[in-house]
């Protein structure tokens, strides 16, 4: 069974950084694309951004291109979201997803990713 585990968040002032983590079980880690999604009160599930199975390449929603970045380390089965400059418009539920199909790259719809963690809350204050 695949578990999927954020931790980090939090509560940050306008400008400042967060990070947070998932911890991946479950699945041969190393060989699925994972994908960062938010979802604020009342909005739908959004994508953040990816990062390829191999770590090679990240690709972004222009919301967040040049402030978050997404990294990897296989070893530890692990995939991070570091933050910086954020804005109040940055609030949300942030998930960590695993792609459903193996060595996939690039997808950005909800749909496409199979496994989700429990979510963690990001809250930007202004």
């Known amino acids: 069974q695949v578990q999927l585990v954020e931790a980090g968040g939090g509560l940050v002032q306008t400008g400042g950084s967060l990070s947070v983590s998932c911890v991946a079980s479950g699945l041969t880690f190393s060989s699925y694309t994972m994908g960062w999604f938010r979802q604020a009160p009342g909005k739908e599930r959004e994508f953040v951004g990816g990062?390829?199975?191999?770590?090679?390449?990240?690709y972004y929603s222009d919301s967040v291109k040049g402030r978050f970045t997404i990294s990897r380390d296989n070893g530890k089965h692990t995939v991070y979201l570091q933050m910086n400059s954020l804005k109040p418009e940055d609030t949300a539920v942030y998930y960590c997803?695993?792609?459903?199909?193996?060595?996939?790259?690039?997808?950005?719809?909800?749909?496409?990713?199979?496994?989700w963690g429990q979510g963690t809350q990001v809250t930007v204050s202004s």
């Open positions: 997803a695993a792609d459903s199909i193996p060595k996939r790259v690039g997808r950005t719809s909800a749909a496409n990713f199979g496994s």
């Open positions: 990062i390829r199975w191999s770590g090679g390449s990240t």
